[in-house]
């Protein structure tokens, strides 16, 4: 295992990932999300208010820490924001472990932790997985009646 691609950061992330933030009971929105590559796979519950904004995150995770710990991360962090501001947030992920983002601050502090993961391209999708799990439930709750 790679001290500089699992740092403390992501290892502490990971441990309590599942403890955090488990299944909703009632969620309005339920994504599973797989990678092939490696076996991870994320189910995410979402729930938002009418604004709209999203109220809670819950989620199991079977995977590698990277996913277990973005998981965590986005649970944690999403309530509250719109849709918008998520997708801005998922955008700059992806362009920080592309390095397009180098130098700059991530819009959560917490993210920083993945940048070690940008020289590991195959590695990439573990930590999208938990966001591209919750930017299918935006676009599902988008086309809601």
Known sequence: MSHDLYNDAILREAKGAAAASPRLEQPDFTVTLDNPLCGDRVTLDLKLDASPRVTEVGHKTRGCMLTQAAASVLARRAPGSTPAE???????????????????????????MFRPVAAI????????????????????AEHRP
Do not use: M
């Open 121 to 140: 391209r195959s590695r990439h999708e573990c930590v999208l997985l938990p966001f591209h799990a919750l930017e299918d439930a935006l676009t599902q």
């Open 86 to 112: 998520l997708r801005g947030i998922v955008r700059g992920l992806e362009a920080s472990l592309r390095g397009a983002a180098a130098g700059s601050e991530p819009a959560w502090p917490e993210l920083e």
